[in-house]
């Protein structure tokens, strides 16, 4: 939580884990407090304050992104009273947004959480960072996991950020470490597990080919079709007759 002091001046108290601070906050300052932190706040003069919260699974997984390593959790620092124009301008967009609800208000309001989160990553944040991935190569469990849940939804639209969410990793993290173990792209992996369940179906003829597009994943079955061509050299229709 980052709070935003907008106007007015007091003298502000807080107590978090038994322990108590006091500084005088006015406009250009901020607090910054760990979400859902146990907390106890006094102050005696009118103040207009602007209260911006960051989620902990955006924090994790901006964390796990740009410091390329699994996080398992990040605690921003106890300050009561500081002095930061890009923490205080950022939080100040967020707001206009939030007041102002314009086009495209939410993907903007977005951006700026992350650029936000990153800033306090840098200067303002600790982090506790989950095992490690070593060489860089997925875990056997971390890959299972990923296998039984593409092979699970196989007929639905699998997204890269799906499977970032299953292996417990960011993106960014994910996508390089996933060529690193499989040697191909997450999209060419699962694109593959379709046409493998595509040729078995289609080996035991109990199917009509659009049907198979369908509990494949595919489009359609035009798209199967092409697919099938790229990568086999033949069309479903084709492979099916022949078996």
Same mark, same amino acid.
């Not at 903007?108 to 990553?121: D, K, N, P, R």
């Not at 960072?129 to 056997?140: C, H, R, T, V, W």
């Not at 595509?198 to 659009?210: E, H, N, T, V, W």
């Given at each position: 939580?980052? /709070? &935003?002091? &907008?106007?007015?001046?007091?003298?502000?108290?807080?107590? *978090?884990?038994?322990?108590?601070?006091?500084?005088?906050?006015?406009?250009? %300052?901020?607090?910054?407090?760990?979400?859902?932190?146990?907390? $106890?706040?006094?102050?005696?003069?009118?103040? +207009? %304050?602007?209260?911006?919260?960051?989620?902990?699974?955006?924090?994790?997984?901006?964390?796990? +992104? %740009?410091?390329?390593?699994?996080?398992?959790?990040?605690?921003? *620092? +106890?300050?009561?009273?500081?002095?930061?124009?890009?923490?205080?301008?950022?939080?100040?967009?967020?707001?206009?947004?939030? =007041? =102002?609800?314009?086009?495209?208000?939410?993907?903007?309001?977005?951006?700026?959480?992350? =650029?936000?989160?990153? $800033?306090?990553?840098?200067?303002?944040?600790?982090?506790?960072?989950?095992?490690?991935?070593?060489?860089?190569?997925?875990?056997?469990?971390?890959?299972?996991?990923?296998?039984?849940?593409?092979?699970? $939804? *196989?007929?639905?639209?699998?997204?890269?950020?799906?499977?970032? !969410? /299953?292996?417990?990793?960011? /993106?960014?993290?994910?996508?390089? $470490?996933?060529?690193?173990?499989?040697?191909?792209?997450?999209?060419?992996?699962?694109? +593959?597990?379709? %046409?493998?369940?595509?040729?078995?179906?289609?080996?035991?003829? =109990?199917?009509?080919?659009?049907?198979?597009?369908? /509990?494949?994943?595919?489009?359609?079955?035009?798209?199967?079709?092409?697919?099938? !061509?790229? !990568?086999?050299?033949?069309?479903?229709?084709?492979?099916?007759?022949?078996?």
């Amino acid at each position: 939580m980052i /709070v &935003r002091y &907008r106007s007015g001046q007091t003298p502000m108290e807080r107590c *978090l884990d038994g322990k108590w601070s006091k500084a005088a906050c006015e406009p250009g %300052v901020f607090s910054l407090l760990t979400h859902c932190e146990p907390s $106890h706040w006094h102050w005696t003069q009118c103040i +207009d %304050v602007s209260h911006t919260y960051l989620s902990e699974a955006l924090m994790c997984r901006v964390a796990s +992104d %740009v410091m390329d390593r699994p996080v398992a959790a990040v605690r921003l *620092l +106890d300050l009561l009273s500081a002095q930061d124009p890009i923490v205080t301008s950022i939080a100040d967009a967020i707001t206009l947004e939030a =007041q =102002q609800q314009r086009l495209g208000g939410a993907l903007y309001a977005e951006s700026l959480a992350m =650029q936000l989160t990153v $800033h306090l990553l840098r200067r303002y944040a600790a982090v506790t960072y989950k095992d490690s991935l070593g060489s860089g190569a997925l875990s056997p469990g971390r890959l299972r996991r990923l296998d039984e849940y593409i092979e699970t $939804h *196989l007929q639905e639209n699998i997204t890269i950020e799906q499977l970032a !969410r /299953v292996a417990e990793l960011g /993106v960014w993290t994910f996508t390089k $470490h996933f060529k690193s173990t499989t040697g191909r792209s997450a999209h060419a992996y699962v694109m +593959d597990r379709r %046409v493998e369940r595509a040729r078995r179906l289609l080996s035991q003829g =109990q199917m009509a080919i659009k049907e198979i597009a369908f /509990v494949c994943g595919f489009a359609d079955q035009a798209h199967m079709t092409r697919v099938f !061509r790229t !990568r086999l050299g033949v069309t479903p229709a084709r492979l099916k007759k022949c078996d």
